[in-house]
């Protein structure tokens, strides 16, 4: 009997250990992703990055930001009217260098 209790309490332990390691990779983005938090843009480069990204996209709101982006320096989240999204891309230059178009559904 207690050696069912010792395996038992062994293999709980474990479940335990692997399901707290596999949410801190969860939240930590894993030991394969080469991206760290997304960071907002801030200062007098959030108003520069906006107003560029708001020119692009003919007016919206823009509803997020990130600096150093995977695809572009800035990224400019810019929500329309008819709820659509569009991703805005930026150089360092504050330059439009692409966007995509999410349905707002």
Do not use: C
Not at 87 to 98: A, N, P, R
């Amino acid at each position: 009997m207690k050696s069912s209790r010792k395996l038992l309490i062994t293999a709980a332990a474990a479940v335990v250990l692997g399901t707290a390691g596999a949410g801190i990779a969860a939240a930590s983005g894993g030991s394969d992703s080469t991206e760290g938090p997304d960071v907002p843009i801030s200062g007098d480069a959030l108003q520069k990055a906006s107003d560029a990204a708001l020119a692009s996209t003919g007016g919206g709101r823009v509803t997020g930001t990130e600096i150093h982006d995977e695809e572009s320096y800035y990224e400019v989240e810019v929500t329309l009217g008819d709820g659509n999204q569009v991703d805005v891309q930026l150089d360092e230059s504050f330059t439009v260098v692409g966007s995509t178009t999410d349905s707002g559904d």
